[in-house]
């Protein structure tokens, strides 16, 4: 087994690199998803270790040294690291010029050609669902021999082996939580709308919906989903349970957790009889019943994508949703006691500034907990990046998707609507939807009657007004 560095690089200050589907950026209050998509194949690889370097401040002068203690450097990246990652991996190969680096990610996966193209100290670069890929790669298997693998022969030419099929049984892939213990300190990670410490793992992959923009379904995991059995999940819960001794939060970080509800009951009974607080994703549609199910069993949060509160708009990224069907879940989930933290896009095929304010008045009328506000990103590999190429709204100047800072930028501009115009609403929604009375009160509330989190909002506070500073300064 040759001696394997999982890395999510050195980025910008605060950068999430390990969003898994959701936007790679730097987000409005610090926030830090657990990257799970490295631990996934460290697990595989024994004696392997996993750095993630931006939610632990670890910059390049730390990490680069490490290269001469290993034979193989597997680093996640994404369209808007990709050439933050290659200076990367230049400086790991300049202490270590054996060290073979290769990439594994959503970028990666539909642009493999031109990623080797236009990196060239990377060696290779592992396509699609790319765990058990990485794993032969890292046994020093012929690379010939290695399906879903492109790379570079010995002359020169980049070579694609055919792809290596999806994992059905997706029991056949170890617990990640060990690797969280053994590599991570997992007080680093925080999400706003999570309790601290949390800790998030995958029960499967896939997701059905078809929704135009997202980008895992449509590069890596598929839309078929592929699911860990009930005990699975158990057993690495309560091994998590041990291990974690104070988390006080679990969330499944799955596309879709209840694209299959049965299952998902099936998860909350067991998790109801551990005793312990979960939170998952979900769609607006959740029928009450499971609702109750769920919530009786610790069920605390959903997240949520509502995208747009305009009907067309769903219907332009074929969501599968109705603005009414999703005020009813909405309804149900307040009457119930579920908290929801609420994410909307703006800048979707069909946005104006009418939809805008309509998305707006429909975010403060069904009133989530929390919400996220993030621009439209077309990444390659999504029909969104194909529609808005093929129609002229994609900005070639922009398809980093970030600015200087990290800072999520808006690459489509319609005929009458502007970059500019869509990226300064995000402010206007935010303040919109905060900054009354009522919701000010509850977040008072909140912090009163819980001291840690009155440290904690003062602190979002204070990161909330940087960033929206910081935005003022990019406009």
Same mark, same amino acid.
């Given at each position: 087994?040759?001696?394997?560095?999982?890395?999510?690089?050195?980025?910008?200050?605060?950068?999430?690199?390990?969003?898994?589907?959701?936007?790679?950026?730097?987000?409005?209050?610090?926030?830090?998803?657990?990257?799970?998509?490295?631990?996934?194949?460290?697990?595989?690889?024994?004696?392997?270790?996993?750095?993630?370097?931006?939610?632990?401040?670890?910059?390049?002068?730390?990490?680069?040294?490490?290269?001469?203690?290993?034979?193989?450097?597997?680093?996640?990246?994404? $369209?808007?690291?990709?050439?933050?990652?290659?200076?990367?991996?230049?400086?790991?190969?300049?202490?270590?010029?054996?060290?073979?680096?290769?990439?594994?990610? #959503?970028?990666?996966?539909?642009?493999?050609?031109?990623?080797?193209?236009?990196?060239?100290?990377?060696?290779?670069?592992?396509?699609?669902?790319?765990?058990?890929?990485?794993?032969?790669? #890292?046994?020093?298997?012929?690379?010939?021999?290695?399906?879903?693998?492109?790379?570079?022969?010995?002359?020169?030419?980049?070579?694609?082996?055919?792809?290596?099929?999806?994992?059905?049984?997706?029991?056949?892939?170890?617990?990640?939580?060990?690797?969280?213990?053994?590599?991570?300190?997992?007080?680093?990670?925080?999400?706003?709308?999570?309790?601290?410490?949390?800790?998030?793992?995958?029960?499967?992959?896939?997701?059905?919906?078809?929704?135009?923009?997202?980008?895992?379904?449509?590069? !890596?995991?598929?839309?078929?989903?592929?699911?860990?059995? !009930?005990?699975?999940?158990?057993?690495?819960?309560?091994?998590?349970?041990?291990?974690?001794?104070?988390?006080?939060?679990?969330?499944?970080?799955?596309?879709?957790?209840?694209?299959?509800?049965?299952?998902?009951?099936?998860?909350?009974?067991?998790?109801?009889?551990?005793?312990?607080?979960?939170?998952?994703?979900?769609?607006?549609? !959740?029928?009450?019943?499971?609702?109750?199910?769920?919530?009786?069993?610790?069920?605390?949060?959903?997240?949520?994508?509502?995208?747009?509160?305009?009907?067309?708009?769903?219907?332009?990224?074929?969501?599968?949703?109705?603005?009414?069907? #999703?005020?009813?879940?909405?309804?149900?989930?307040?009457?119930?006691?579920?908290?929801?933290?609420?994410?909307?896009?703006?800048?979707?095929?069909?946005?104006?500034?009418? $939809?805008?304010?309509?998305?707006?008045?429909?975010?403060?009328?069904?009133?989530?907990?929390?919400?996220?506000?993030?621009?439209?990103?077309?990444?390659?590999?999504?029909?969104?990046?194909?529609?808005?190429?093929?129609?002229?709204?994609?900005?070639?100047?922009?398809?980093?998707?970030?600015?200087?800072?990290?800072?999520?930028?808006?690459?489509?501009?319609?005929?009458?609507?502007?970059?500019?115009?869509?990226?300064?609403?995000?402010?206007?929604?935010?303040?919109?939807?905060?900054?009354?009375?009522?919701?000010?009160?509850?977040?008072?509330?909140?912090?009163?009657?819980?001291?840690?989190?009155?440290?904690?909002?003062?602190?979002?506070?204070?990161?909330?007004?940087?960033?929206?500073?910081?935005?003022?300064?990019?406009?």
């Amino acid at each position: 087994m040759m001696r394997t560095l999982f890395l999510q690089a050195p980025s910008f200050d605060g950068f999430d690199g390990g969003a898994g589907s959701r936007y790679q950026a730097r987000r409005e209050i610090k926030s830090f998803w657990f990257p799970t998509w490295l631990a996934q194949p460290a697990a595989l690889v024994e004696g392997s270790r996993l750095l993630d370097a931006p939610p632990h401040k670890i910059g390049i002068e730390t990490v680069a040294p490490l290269a001469r203690d290993f034979d193989l450097a597997v680093l996640h990246t994404s $369209t808007p690291s990709f050439a933050q990652d290659v200076k990367v991996a230049e400086r790991l190969k300049a202490e270590n010029p054996n060290l073979k680096v290769g990439l594994v990610g #959503a970028k990666v996966a539909v642009q493999a050609n031109e990623s080797l193209r236009d990196a060239p100290v990377i060696d290779f670069v592992a396509r699609s669902e790319f765990d058990f890929t990485v794993k032969e790669v #890292a046994e020093d298997r012929r690379w010939a021999d290695i399906k879903g693998l492109s790379f570079r022969n010995a002359e020169g030419a980049i070579v694609h082996n055919p792809e290596r099929p999806v994992l059905e049984d997706m029991d056949q892939l170890p617990f990640v939580s060990p690797v969280y213990k053994r590599d991570l300190d997992y007080k680093k990670y925080f999400i706003g709308y999570l309790k601290h410490p949390y800790i998030s793992i995958y029960t499967g992959r896939g997701c059905k919906s078809r929704c135009t923009f997202c980008l895992w379904p449509q590069t !890596v995991g598929g839309h078929r989903y592929r699911t860990r059995s !009930v005990g699975h999940v158990i057993e690495e819960i309560r091994y998590c349970m041990s291990a974690f001794p104070d988390v006080k939060e679990f969330f499944f970080d799955d596309d879709t957790f209840t694209d299959d509800l049965p299952r998902a009951e099936a998860i909350a009974k067991e998790l109801g009889k551990l005793g312990v607080t979960w939170s998952c994703n979900a769609k607006a549609n !959740v029928p009450r019943e499971s609702l109750k199910v769920m919530r009786e069993n610790g069920l605390r949060l959903l997240l949520v994508g509502y995208e747009s509160g305009n009907q067309q708009i769903l219907h332009n990224i074929k969501k599968g949703m109705r603005v009414e069907v #999703a005020r009813k879940f909405t309804r149900d989930c307040h009457e119930l006691g579920i908290a929801i933290h609420g994410t909307f896009i703006l800048g979707l095929p069909g946005e104006t500034k009418e $939809t805008i304010q309509e998305t707006i008045r429909f975010a403060t009328e069904i009133n989530p907990h929390t919400i996220q506000v993030s621009l439209a990103a077309p990444y390659p590999g999504t029909f969104l990046y194909d529609q808005a190429a093929r129609e002229g709204w994609l900005d070639t100047a922009n398809t980093e998707y970030v600015d200087a800072h990290g800072v999520q930028i808006a690459p489509l501009h319609y005929p009458n609507l502007s970059h500019q115009e869509i990226f300064t609403s995000v402010e206007e929604f935010y303040k919109k939807f905060y900054f009354r009375a009522p919701k000010i009160a509850s977040i008072v509330g909140e912090m009163v009657r819980d001291r840690q989190m009155l440290v904690r909002r003062l602190r979002e506070g204070v990161e909330f007004f940087h960033f929206l500073r910081e935005r003022k300064l990019a406009a």
